[in-house]
């Protein structure tokens, strides 16, 4: 059973930044594109960002130029580092498969309890 677990979010001030972790375990962490997703009160989820196996980025549009996502396939990791945030990008921050990947075979991990980002002054 693959498990999620996020971690490294916080209140910042508008304009901060944070840098937040998902530990993957299992093994197939390193051949899977992985994502980072958040959902705001009120919100659905949304995708934020994706990292394919081989290291290629997606971002959403409002995030892009701001938020970098990386992984480290030894420490079955994943990074999402968030610059210049705003207050709209508070949100309970999630990490799990790249969600191109999900069909009738192939299912989201078990949701990680998420991190809380807030952003306020």
């Known amino acids: 059973q693959v498990q999620l677990v996020e971690s490294g979010g916080g209140l910042v001030q508008p304009g901060g930044s944070l840098r937040l972790s998902c530990a993957v375990s299992g093994s197939i962490f390193s051949i899977n594109a992985m994502g980072w997703y958040r959902q705001a009160p009120g919100k659905q989820r949304e995708l934020v960002a994706v990292i394919t196996r081989g290291g290629d980025t997606n971002y959403a549009d409002s995030v892009k130029g701001r938020f970098t996502i990386s992984r480290d396939n030894a420490r079955n990791t994943v990074y999402l580092q968030m610059n210049s945030l705003k207050p709209e990008d508070t949100a309970v921050y999630y990490c799990?498969?790249?969600?191109?990947?999900?069909?009738?075979?192939?299912?989201?991990?078990?949701w990680g309890q998420g991190t809380q980002v807030t952003v306020s002054s």
């Open positions: 799990n498969r790249d969600p191109a990947l999900i069909s009738v075979n192939v299912h989201y991990f078990p």
